[in-house]
Protein backbone atom coordinates (compact mmCIF):
# COMPACT_ATOMS: atom_id res chain seq x y z
CA UNK A 1 0.00 0.00 0.00
CA UNK A 2 1.12 3.34 -0.96
CA UNK A 3 1.61 5.80 1.44
CA UNK A 4 0.07 9.26 1.86
CA UNK A 5 3.09 10.20 4.10
CA UNK A 6 5.04 12.47 3.55
CA UNK A 7 2.55 15.45 3.54
CA UNK A 8 4.42 18.96 2.68
CA UNK A 9 3.33 22.10 3.51
CA UNK A 10 5.49 24.69 1.71
CA UNK A 11 4.66 28.63 2.48
CA UNK A 12 0.97 27.25 3.08
CA UNK A 13 -1.65 29.50 4.18
CA UNK A 14 -5.49 29.96 5.24
CA UNK A 15 -7.50 33.11 5.06
CA UNK A 16 -11.07 33.48 5.88
CA UNK A 17 -13.26 36.91 4.77
CA UNK A 18 -9.93 38.40 3.84
CA UNK A 19 -8.38 38.03 7.34
CA UNK A 20 -5.37 35.57 7.61
CA UNK A 21 -5.76 32.84 9.80
CA UNK A 22 -3.31 30.57 9.45
CA UNK A 23 0.67 31.17 7.70
CA UNK A 24 2.36 30.92 5.93
CA UNK A 25 3.48 27.51 7.52
CA UNK A 26 6.76 25.46 6.66
CA UNK A 27 6.35 22.02 7.94
CA UNK A 28 6.92 18.18 7.00
CA UNK A 29 4.60 15.49 8.18
CA UNK A 30 6.23 11.92 8.46
CA UNK A 31 7.58 9.20 10.22
CA UNK A 32 5.41 7.86 13.30
CA UNK A 33 3.70 8.19 16.55
CA UNK A 34 1.45 11.80 17.65
CA UNK A 35 2.31 15.03 17.05
CA UNK A 36 0.92 17.38 19.29
CA UNK A 37 0.24 21.16 18.25
CA UNK A 38 -0.59 23.23 21.61
CA UNK A 39 -0.57 26.93 21.65
CA UNK A 40 -2.97 29.49 23.13
CA UNK A 41 -6.35 29.90 21.78
CA UNK A 42 -6.92 31.74 19.08
CA UNK A 43 -3.78 30.69 17.69
CA UNK A 44 -4.91 28.83 14.55
CA UNK A 45 -4.67 25.09 15.88
CA UNK A 46 -7.80 24.05 14.92
CA UNK A 47 -7.59 26.01 11.32
CA UNK A 48 -3.87 24.50 10.50
CA UNK A 49 -5.63 20.82 11.29
CA UNK A 50 -8.49 21.92 8.84
CA UNK A 51 -5.70 22.95 6.55
CA UNK A 52 -3.61 19.63 6.56
CA UNK A 53 -7.13 17.76 6.24
CA UNK A 54 -8.49 19.66 3.39
CA UNK A 55 -11.53 21.25 5.40
CA UNK A 56 -9.86 24.70 4.91
CA UNK A 57 -9.15 25.60 1.60
CA UNK A 58 -5.71 26.51 0.85
CA UNK A 59 -5.36 30.19 -0.17
CA UNK A 60 -1.63 30.42 -0.38
CA UNK A 61 1.25 28.45 -1.00
CA UNK A 62 1.64 24.43 -1.53
CA UNK A 63 -0.03 21.41 0.52
CA UNK A 64 1.08 18.18 -1.16
CA UNK A 65 0.28 14.79 0.08
CA UNK A 66 2.84 11.71 -1.30
CA UNK A 67 -0.32 10.53 -3.32
CA UNK A 68 -3.20 12.74 -5.09
CA UNK A 69 -5.98 14.49 -3.20
CA UNK A 70 -8.25 12.06 -3.46
CA UNK A 71 -6.37 9.34 -2.82
CA UNK A 72 -5.29 10.82 0.60
CA UNK A 73 -8.86 11.85 1.70
CA UNK A 74 -10.23 8.36 1.15
CA UNK A 75 -7.06 6.84 4.35
CA UNK A 76 -7.49 10.18 6.89
CA UNK A 77 -10.36 11.19 9.66
CA UNK A 78 -10.90 13.96 11.79
CA UNK A 79 -12.38 14.10 15.19
CA UNK A 80 -14.01 17.26 15.83
CA UNK A 81 -13.78 19.16 19.24
CA UNK A 82 -17.69 19.28 19.42
CA UNK A 83 -18.61 15.69 18.32
CA UNK A 84 -21.02 16.00 15.40
CA UNK A 85 -23.53 13.06 16.25
CA UNK A 86 -26.01 11.87 13.81
CA UNK A 87 -29.59 11.52 14.23
CA UNK A 88 -29.19 7.96 14.06
CA UNK A 89 -28.49 4.81 16.75
CA UNK A 90 -24.83 4.29 17.37
CA UNK A 91 -24.78 1.13 14.77
CA UNK A 92 -26.01 3.27 12.29
CA UNK A 93 -23.48 5.91 13.08
CA UNK A 94 -20.67 3.37 13.16
CA UNK A 95 -21.34 1.69 9.75
CA UNK A 96 -22.33 5.21 8.26
CA UNK A 97 -18.56 6.09 6.94
CA UNK A 98 -17.94 1.96 5.77
CA UNK A 99 -21.08 2.59 3.70
CA UNK A 100 -19.86 5.44 2.29
CA UNK A 101 -17.25 3.62 1.08
CA UNK A 102 -19.00 1.20 -0.81
CA UNK A 103 -19.59 -1.36 1.96
CA UNK A 104 -22.37 -3.61 2.07
CA UNK A 105 -25.31 -3.24 4.44
CA UNK A 106 -24.91 -6.24 6.31
CA UNK A 107 -20.97 -6.42 6.39
CA UNK A 108 -21.06 -2.88 7.45
CA UNK A 109 -23.12 -3.54 10.60
CA UNK A 110 -20.96 -6.72 11.32
CA UNK A 111 -17.63 -4.93 11.03
CA UNK A 112 -19.28 -1.69 13.24
CA UNK A 113 -20.60 -4.02 15.83
CA UNK A 114 -16.95 -5.44 16.47
CA UNK A 115 -15.60 -2.38 16.51
CA UNK A 116 -17.97 -1.09 18.84
CA UNK A 117 -16.80 -4.44 21.55
CA UNK A 118 -13.70 -2.67 21.21
CA UNK A 119 -14.05 0.94 21.74
CA UNK A 120 -16.77 -0.29 24.69
CA UNK A 121 -19.44 0.86 22.67
CA UNK A 122 -20.82 -2.44 23.15
CA UNK A 123 -23.88 -1.74 25.38
CA UNK A 124 -24.98 1.59 23.48
CA UNK A 125 -25.20 0.21 20.11
CA UNK A 126 -29.06 0.31 19.95
CA UNK A 127 -29.12 3.67 21.84
CA UNK A 128 -29.71 7.02 19.82
CA UNK A 129 -26.53 8.92 19.32
CA UNK A 130 -27.44 12.54 20.40
CA UNK A 131 -28.91 11.02 23.43
CA UNK A 132 -24.95 9.92 24.62
CA UNK A 133 -23.43 11.20 27.01
CA UNK A 134 -20.17 13.87 25.90
CA UNK A 135 -17.47 11.30 26.89
CA UNK A 136 -19.51 8.47 25.24
CA UNK A 137 -19.91 11.03 21.91
CA UNK A 138 -16.33 11.42 21.73
CA UNK A 139 -15.39 7.62 22.04
CA UNK A 140 -18.60 7.63 19.52
CA UNK A 141 -16.73 10.09 17.25
CA UNK A 142 -13.36 8.11 17.85
CA UNK A 143 -14.41 5.03 16.89
CA UNK A 144 -15.76 6.25 13.73
CA UNK A 145 -12.99 8.00 12.31
CA UNK A 146 -10.77 5.33 13.18
CA UNK A 147 -13.30 2.29 11.46
CA UNK A 148 -11.76 3.30 8.30
CA UNK A 149 -8.12 2.26 9.39
CA UNK A 150 -7.17 5.34 8.64
CA UNK A 151 -3.63 6.33 8.18
CA UNK A 152 -3.48 9.90 9.25
CA UNK A 153 -5.96 10.53 12.05
CA UNK A 154 -6.62 14.65 13.22
CA UNK A 155 -7.92 15.56 16.60
CA UNK A 156 -8.89 18.89 17.15
CA UNK A 157 -9.25 18.94 21.03
CA UNK A 158 -10.92 15.84 21.41
CA UNK A 159 -10.61 15.93 25.36
CA UNK A 160 -11.67 19.83 25.52
CA UNK A 161 -15.21 19.14 27.08
CA UNK A 162 -14.72 16.01 29.36
CA UNK A 163 -14.22 14.80 32.75
CA UNK A 164 -10.83 12.57 33.87
CA UNK A 165 -12.48 9.41 33.08
CA UNK A 166 -13.69 9.96 30.10
CA UNK A 167 -10.10 11.56 29.26
CA UNK A 168 -8.56 8.73 30.10
CA UNK A 169 -10.76 6.42 28.15
CA UNK A 170 -9.88 8.61 24.87
CA UNK A 171 -6.26 8.66 25.31
CA UNK A 172 -6.30 4.65 25.91
CA UNK A 173 -7.85 4.76 22.57
CA UNK A 174 -5.54 7.30 21.25
CA UNK A 175 -2.31 4.83 22.64
CA UNK A 176 -3.83 1.92 20.81
CA UNK A 177 -4.10 3.70 17.63
CA UNK A 178 -0.65 4.66 18.01
CA UNK A 179 0.79 1.51 18.54
CA UNK A 180 -1.79 -0.10 15.82
CA UNK A 181 0.43 2.59 13.03
CA UNK A 182 -1.48 5.18 12.73
CA UNK A 183 -0.11 8.37 12.27
CA UNK A 184 -1.57 11.38 15.02
CA UNK A 185 -2.41 14.51 14.66
CA UNK A 186 -3.62 16.67 17.63
CA UNK A 187 -4.61 19.63 19.13
CA UNK A 188 -4.57 20.23 22.92
CA UNK A 189 -4.04 22.75 25.47
CA UNK A 190 -3.59 20.88 28.28
CA UNK A 191 0.19 20.38 28.75
CA UNK A 192 -0.36 17.43 31.09
CA UNK A 193 -1.85 15.55 28.41
CA UNK A 194 1.09 16.75 25.95
CA UNK A 195 3.58 15.60 27.92
CA UNK A 196 1.50 12.16 28.19
CA UNK A 197 0.98 11.53 24.59
CA UNK A 198 3.45 13.51 22.17
CA UNK A 199 6.02 12.04 20.43
CA UNK A 200 6.54 15.80 18.37
CA UNK A 201 5.19 18.93 19.23
CA UNK A 202 4.54 22.20 17.25
CA UNK A 203 4.37 25.03 19.60
CA UNK A 204 1.78 26.86 17.46
CA UNK A 205 1.39 30.83 17.76
CA UNK A 206 0.33 33.76 15.46
CA UNK A 207 -0.94 31.32 12.92
CA UNK A 208 2.67 30.25 12.68
CA UNK A 209 4.41 26.66 13.74
CA UNK A 210 6.86 28.57 16.45
CA UNK A 211 8.79 25.96 17.47
CA UNK A 212 8.71 22.13 16.26
CA UNK A 213 10.56 19.57 17.67
CA UNK A 214 10.54 15.81 19.87
CA UNK A 215 8.64 16.35 22.56
CA UNK A 216 10.96 15.01 24.94
CA UNK A 217 13.69 17.91 23.78
CA UNK A 218 10.90 20.30 23.74
CA UNK A 219 9.61 20.10 27.24
CA UNK A 220 12.97 20.07 28.66
CA UNK A 221 14.78 22.26 26.43
CA UNK A 222 12.06 25.08 24.84
CA UNK A 223 14.25 27.68 22.67
CA UNK A 224 11.73 30.20 22.29
CA UNK A 225 10.93 32.09 24.78
CA UNK A 226 7.40 31.82 24.30
CA UNK A 227 7.24 27.96 24.30
CA UNK A 228 8.62 28.39 27.98
CA UNK A 229 6.36 30.44 29.10
CA UNK A 230 3.51 28.39 27.71
CA UNK A 231 5.46 25.39 29.18
CA UNK A 232 5.51 27.13 32.26
CA UNK A 233 1.77 28.04 32.45
CA UNK A 234 2.07 31.62 32.06
CA UNK A 235 -0.29 33.36 29.38
CA UNK A 236 1.12 33.56 26.10
CA UNK A 237 -0.86 36.29 24.37
CA UNK B 1 -76.50 28.80 14.66
CA UNK B 2 -78.95 26.23 14.75
CA UNK B 3 -77.41 25.88 10.93
CA UNK B 4 -74.25 24.77 12.50
CA UNK B 5 -76.15 22.05 14.80
CA UNK B 6 -78.00 20.99 11.99
CA UNK B 7 -74.46 20.18 10.30
CA UNK B 8 -73.21 18.45 13.23
CA UNK B 9 -76.13 16.40 13.10
CA UNK B 10 -76.08 15.45 9.47
CA UNK B 11 -72.25 14.72 9.58
CA UNK B 12 -73.09 11.96 12.41
CA UNK B 13 -76.12 11.09 9.98
CA UNK B 14 -73.91 10.68 7.17
CA UNK B 15 -71.42 8.74 8.90
CA UNK B 16 -73.16 6.48 10.46
CA UNK B 17 -75.73 5.40 8.10
CA UNK B 18 -72.51 4.76 6.17
CA UNK B 19 -73.83 6.89 3.18
CA UNK B 20 -72.41 5.49 0.30
CA UNK B 21 -72.47 8.32 -2.01
CA UNK B 22 -70.48 10.20 1.27
CA UNK B 23 -67.72 7.36 1.52
CA UNK B 24 -67.31 7.40 -2.44
CA UNK B 25 -66.77 11.05 -2.11
CA UNK B 26 -64.41 10.69 0.66
CA UNK B 27 -62.38 7.31 -0.85
CA UNK B 28 -61.80 9.43 -3.64
CA UNK B 29 -60.54 12.62 -1.75
CA UNK B 30 -57.92 10.13 -0.24
CA UNK B 31 -57.04 8.47 -3.16
CA UNK B 32 -56.54 11.56 -5.17
CA UNK B 33 -54.51 13.63 -2.44
CA UNK B 34 -52.41 10.68 -1.15
CA UNK B 35 -51.15 10.36 -4.29
CA UNK B 36 -50.76 13.99 -4.96
CA UNK B 37 -48.56 14.10 -1.69
CA UNK B 38 -46.51 10.65 -2.56
CA UNK B 39 -45.43 12.07 -6.00
CA UNK B 40 -44.95 15.62 -4.74
CA UNK B 41 -42.86 14.69 -1.83
CA UNK B 42 -40.72 12.24 -4.35
CA UNK B 43 -40.20 14.87 -6.28
CA UNK B 44 -40.06 18.09 -3.30
CA UNK B 45 -38.16 16.17 -0.94
CA UNK B 46 -34.51 15.68 -2.85
CA UNK B 47 -35.04 19.27 -4.85
CA UNK B 48 -35.32 20.51 -1.29
CA UNK B 49 -31.58 18.30 -0.50
CA UNK B 50 -30.44 19.04 -3.59
CA UNK B 51 -30.59 22.99 -2.98
CA UNK B 52 -29.41 23.00 0.61
CA UNK B 53 -26.33 21.09 -0.15
CA UNK B 54 -24.88 22.13 -3.86
CA UNK B 55 -24.23 26.23 -4.07
CA UNK B 56 -24.65 27.71 -7.87
CA UNK B 57 -24.96 31.08 -9.51
CA UNK B 58 -28.97 32.02 -8.92
CA UNK B 59 -29.74 29.53 -6.12
CA UNK B 60 -31.10 32.71 -4.17
CA UNK B 61 -33.56 33.63 -7.06
CA UNK B 62 -34.48 29.38 -7.27
CA UNK B 63 -35.20 29.83 -3.89
CA UNK B 64 -37.16 32.79 -3.64
CA UNK B 65 -39.00 31.81 -6.55
CA UNK B 66 -39.61 28.14 -4.70
CA UNK B 67 -40.61 30.36 -1.69
CA UNK B 68 -43.37 32.32 -3.64
CA UNK B 69 -44.75 29.59 -5.60
CA UNK B 70 -45.72 28.43 -1.99
CA UNK B 71 -48.55 30.61 -2.47
CA UNK B 72 -49.74 30.20 -6.07
CA UNK B 73 -53.02 30.48 -6.18
CA UNK B 74 -54.75 27.22 -7.14
CA UNK B 75 -57.67 28.71 -9.95
CA UNK B 76 -54.50 29.34 -12.29
CA UNK B 77 -52.77 26.23 -11.46
CA UNK B 78 -56.23 24.90 -12.78
CA UNK B 79 -56.73 27.03 -15.50
CA UNK B 80 -53.19 26.13 -16.86
CA UNK B 81 -53.72 22.47 -16.23
CA UNK B 82 -57.21 22.51 -17.87
CA UNK B 83 -55.49 24.25 -21.32
CA UNK B 84 -52.61 21.41 -21.24
CA UNK B 85 -54.92 18.62 -20.94
CA UNK B 86 -57.87 20.05 -23.10
CA UNK B 87 -58.37 18.77 -26.52
CA UNK B 88 -56.73 21.47 -28.31
CA UNK B 89 -53.75 21.29 -25.63
CA UNK B 90 -50.32 20.10 -25.82
CA UNK B 91 -51.28 17.03 -23.64
CA UNK B 92 -54.88 16.87 -25.07
CA UNK B 93 -54.30 13.02 -26.52
CA UNK B 94 -54.04 11.62 -23.60
CA UNK B 95 -57.77 12.10 -22.79
CA UNK B 96 -57.45 12.92 -18.95
CA UNK B 97 -59.49 16.18 -18.74
CA UNK B 98 -62.39 15.52 -15.97
CA UNK B 99 -60.60 12.75 -14.71
CA UNK B 100 -58.97 12.00 -11.05
CA UNK B 101 -55.60 11.67 -12.62
CA UNK B 102 -55.68 15.55 -13.74
CA UNK B 103 -56.75 16.44 -10.02
CA UNK B 104 -53.73 14.77 -9.44
CA UNK B 105 -51.39 16.44 -11.73
CA UNK B 106 -52.96 19.80 -10.53
CA UNK B 107 -52.37 18.90 -6.84
CA UNK B 108 -48.98 17.81 -7.51
CA UNK B 109 -47.98 21.12 -9.38
CA UNK B 110 -49.52 22.90 -6.34
CA UNK B 111 -47.87 21.36 -3.15
CA UNK B 112 -44.21 20.36 -4.48
CA UNK B 113 -43.06 24.15 -3.97
CA UNK B 114 -44.43 24.10 -0.70
CA UNK B 115 -42.81 20.95 0.66
CA UNK B 116 -39.88 21.55 -1.64
CA UNK B 117 -39.06 24.61 0.69
CA UNK B 118 -40.40 23.49 3.66
CA UNK B 119 -38.09 20.52 3.15
CA UNK B 120 -35.03 22.70 2.13
CA UNK B 121 -35.15 24.76 5.02
CA UNK B 122 -35.18 21.41 7.36
CA UNK B 123 -32.36 20.00 5.16
CA UNK B 124 -30.45 23.18 5.49
CA UNK B 125 -30.46 23.34 9.09
CA UNK B 126 -29.32 19.79 9.42
CA UNK B 127 -26.44 20.47 6.51
CA UNK B 128 -24.99 23.27 8.74
CA UNK B 129 -24.78 20.55 11.52
CA UNK B 130 -23.80 17.72 9.42
CA UNK B 131 -21.38 19.75 7.01
CA UNK B 132 -18.13 19.55 8.25
CA UNK B 133 -18.47 15.57 8.77
CA UNK B 134 -19.63 14.73 5.78
CA UNK B 135 -16.59 16.64 3.89
CA UNK B 136 -14.07 15.04 6.49
CA UNK B 137 -15.71 11.84 5.35
CA UNK B 138 -15.75 12.50 1.21
CA UNK B 139 -19.25 12.07 0.98
CA UNK B 140 -20.29 12.33 -2.57
CA UNK B 141 -23.12 15.07 -3.18
CA UNK B 142 -25.58 12.34 -3.80
CA UNK B 143 -24.26 10.61 -0.30
CA UNK B 144 -24.46 13.63 1.34
CA UNK B 145 -28.50 13.68 0.20
CA UNK B 146 -29.14 10.63 1.13
CA UNK B 147 -27.85 11.15 4.39
CA UNK B 148 -29.47 14.52 5.08
CA UNK B 149 -32.93 13.12 3.79
CA UNK B 150 -32.65 10.01 6.21
CA UNK B 151 -31.58 11.69 9.50
CA UNK B 152 -34.11 14.52 8.94
CA UNK B 153 -37.16 12.57 7.95
CA UNK B 154 -39.20 13.22 11.03
CA UNK B 155 -38.49 16.69 10.67
CA UNK B 156 -39.79 16.16 7.08
CA UNK B 157 -42.36 14.30 8.04
CA UNK B 158 -44.18 18.08 8.49
CA UNK B 159 -43.21 19.41 4.93
CA UNK B 160 -45.07 16.35 3.78
CA UNK B 161 -47.98 16.93 6.29
CA UNK B 162 -47.92 20.14 4.97
CA UNK B 163 -48.84 19.58 1.67
CA UNK B 164 -51.53 17.08 2.23
CA UNK B 165 -53.04 19.99 4.20
CA UNK B 166 -52.99 22.20 1.39
CA UNK B 167 -54.26 19.29 -0.97
CA UNK B 168 -56.71 17.52 0.81
CA UNK B 169 -58.75 20.91 1.54
CA UNK B 170 -57.77 22.58 -2.07
CA UNK B 171 -61.11 23.53 -4.32
CA UNK B 172 -60.05 25.56 -6.79
CA UNK B 173 -58.04 24.15 -9.52
CA UNK B 174 -59.74 20.13 -8.95
CA UNK B 175 -63.24 21.65 -9.50
CA UNK B 176 -61.84 22.91 -12.78
CA UNK B 177 -59.77 19.93 -14.27
CA UNK B 178 -61.84 17.56 -12.47
CA UNK B 179 -65.32 18.91 -12.92
CA UNK B 180 -66.97 17.89 -9.71
CA UNK B 181 -68.91 15.15 -11.79
CA UNK B 182 -70.98 12.42 -9.43
CA UNK B 183 -69.29 8.94 -9.30
CA UNK B 184 -65.82 10.12 -11.27
CA UNK B 185 -64.53 13.30 -9.87
CA UNK B 186 -66.12 14.53 -6.71
CA UNK B 187 -63.95 14.49 -4.37
CA UNK B 188 -65.40 16.37 -0.66
CA UNK B 189 -64.48 19.89 -1.24
CA UNK B 190 -65.94 20.12 -4.48
CA UNK B 191 -69.09 18.49 -3.03
CA UNK B 192 -69.11 21.18 -0.06
CA UNK B 193 -68.87 23.82 -2.98
CA UNK B 194 -71.44 22.23 -5.00
CA UNK B 195 -73.91 21.74 -1.98
CA UNK B 196 -73.75 25.31 -0.70
CA UNK B 197 -74.61 26.28 -3.83
CA UNK B 198 -78.01 24.58 -4.00
CA UNK B 199 -78.38 25.86 -0.15
CA UNK B 200 -77.86 22.61 1.20
CA UNK B 201 -75.81 23.94 4.53
CA UNK B 202 -76.51 21.16 6.39
CA UNK B 203 -75.38 18.64 4.16
CA UNK B 204 -72.28 21.17 3.11
CA UNK B 205 -71.40 21.38 6.85
CA UNK B 206 -71.76 17.68 7.46
CA UNK B 207 -69.28 17.19 4.13
CA UNK B 208 -66.64 20.20 5.95
CA UNK B 209 -66.63 18.12 9.29
CA UNK B 210 -65.94 14.96 8.18
CA UNK B 211 -63.14 16.70 5.88
CA UNK B 212 -61.86 18.57 9.07
CA UNK B 213 -61.97 15.26 11.01
CA UNK B 214 -60.54 12.85 8.16
CA UNK B 215 -57.36 15.68 8.22
CA UNK B 216 -57.00 15.51 11.58
CA UNK B 217 -57.06 11.44 11.76
CA UNK B 218 -54.48 11.16 9.45
CA UNK B 219 -52.03 13.48 10.71
CA UNK B 220 -52.07 12.35 14.24
CA UNK B 221 -52.23 8.56 12.63
CA UNK B 222 -48.77 9.91 11.14
CA UNK B 223 -47.45 10.93 13.98
CA UNK B 224 -48.15 7.93 16.07
CA UNK B 225 -46.72 5.57 13.13
CA UNK B 226 -43.11 8.18 13.10
CA UNK B 227 -42.66 8.08 16.67
CA UNK B 228 -43.51 4.61 17.74
CA UNK B 229 -40.46 3.79 14.63
CA UNK B 230 -38.07 5.39 17.02
CA UNK B 231 -38.32 6.31 20.62
CA UNK B 232 -36.51 9.87 20.80
CA UNK B 233 -37.07 13.45 20.89
CA UNK B 234 -36.81 13.62 16.74
Known amino acids: MVSLLPLQLCGATAHMRGKKLVGPVDYTLEGTGLTMVIGPNGAGKTTFLRLMHGLQRVSGGE ?13 QAFVFQTPIMMRRKVLDSLAFPLLLRGMGKAEARSKARQCARR ?82 VIFFHKGRVHENARAGVFFSA ?16 | MSGIGQGFWEAWRLIFTFDPALY ?10 VSATIIASVIGLPMGAWLAVNRFFGRRY ?79 RYQRMQALLRDGKRALLTATLAGFGRAIGEVGAIMIVGGNIEHATRVLTTAIALET ?11 GLVLIVLAVIINLAIHIIGKTERASTW
Not at chain 2, 87 to 106: D, E, V, Y
Open chain 1, 63 to 75: LRWAVSAIQARQK
Open chain 1, 119 to 200: FGLKDLLDSWAPMLSGGEKQRLSLARALIIEPEVLFLDEPCANLDGSATREIEGILQRAKLAGTRIVMASHDMGQARRLADE
Open chain 1, 222 to 237: PVTREARAFINGEIVE
Open chain 2, 24 to 33: EIIFLSLQVT
Open chain 2, 62 to 140: VIAVLNALMGLPPVVVGLFVYMALSRAGPLGGFGLLFSPMAMIIAQVIIITPLIASISHQTIRDLWAEYHDLLISMNAT
Open chain 2, 197 to 207: GKGNFAFAMGL
